[in-house]
């Protein structure tokens, strides 16, 4: 990592009194959870838009079903990565810190981080397709087509699928958190997916610094102050630490 590159986002970090990150699949990758639309992002030849969809649900369940168990399995055999903990860390240290994540599989809560918004659901909820209850079912294997044990209807997976509104409130938190911070970190995101994504260019427009941690350029590169390319287990860590020194230095 070019070091003037890494000081200058430390010089956005350290000073801020609120801070918001959005997290995608990149920081789950190297606990050995394949991302969504890198070469590892298919699926038994499937890609996630075809699987996570209410119509293929509704279509085929038991395919479903058994993409969310396959994940489910793979999710409990890993653990959170130096990257998960960095954000912890950080949290620990700021006034005011909000974990926006896409991802579904826990880690960010696995691994200390307190003030996290699931906007996209959670790998360990099911929901209940007819009387709308929900079951926290962590580490567990679920059947191939999971009844409901209050109305015997199918229960789903309690996550957002595309062409799913995202939970209101939890939205709201999310757009409330990402208003008021002065440094946005956004870190392991393809930043295709809205409204997820579009939180980049919300915080941008209420003038937040954005910092940008991903393997590549995307679209949030357009928009990020800026852009530290390598793997966020790697630098994570160490801009962190660096942060929180100038920030008590
Ligand atoms: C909605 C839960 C509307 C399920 C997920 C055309 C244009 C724009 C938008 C749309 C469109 N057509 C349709 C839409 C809307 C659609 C959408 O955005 N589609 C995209 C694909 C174009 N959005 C929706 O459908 C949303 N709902 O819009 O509702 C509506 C309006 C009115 C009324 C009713 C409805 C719902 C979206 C939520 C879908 N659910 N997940 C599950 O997980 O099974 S999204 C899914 O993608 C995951 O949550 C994932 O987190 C998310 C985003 O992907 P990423 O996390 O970014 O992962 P990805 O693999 O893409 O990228 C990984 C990145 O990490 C890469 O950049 C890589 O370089 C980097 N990386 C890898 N390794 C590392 C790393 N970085 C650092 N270190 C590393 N080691
Ligand atoms: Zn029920």
């Known amino acids: 990592m070019d070091p003037s590159l890494l000081q200058c986002a430390v010089d956005l970090l350290a000073p801020a009194e ?71 860390r950080l949290e620990a240290a700021l006034p005011e810190f909000t974990l926006i994540t896409q991802n579904v599989d826990g880690l960010h809560r696995l691994a200390g981080s307190r003030n996290v918004l699931e906007v996209h659901g959670n790998l360990w909820r099911v929901r209940c397709t007819g009387c709308g209850a929900v079951f926290d079912k962590p580490r567990v294997s679920l059947p191939e087509l999971p009844a409901c044990e209050r109305c015997g209807k199918l229960l789903r997976p309690d996550v957002v699928w595309f062409g799913e509104m995202l939970s209101e409130a939890v939205w709201a938190e999310a757009m409330a958190a990402t208003g008021a911070c002065d440094c946005f970190m956004v870190i392991g995101t393809s930043a295709l997916v809205h409204p997820a994504a579009g939180l980049v260019w919300t915080a941008r427009q209420h003038g937040a610094r954005v910092l940008e941690v991903n393997l590549e350029a995307t679209p949030a590169s357009e928009v990020a102050d800026v852009s530290l390319y390598g793997k966020a287990r790697e630098i994570l860590p160490d801009l962190v630490a660096r942060a929180i020194e100038q920030r008590h230095g």
């Open 18 to 88: 609120s801070v918001a990150v959005l997290t995608g699949a990149g920081i789950s990758a190297e606990s050995g959870i394949p991302t969504f639309r890198g070469p590892d992002g298919f699926w038994k030849g499937f890609r996630p838009e075809e699987v996570a969809t209410p119509e293929a649900f509704a279509r085929d369940p038991k395919l479903v079903w058994d993409f969310y168990n396959y994940r489910r399995r793979l999710l409990g055999q890993v653990q959170p990565n130096a990257a998960h903990y960095a954000l912890a």
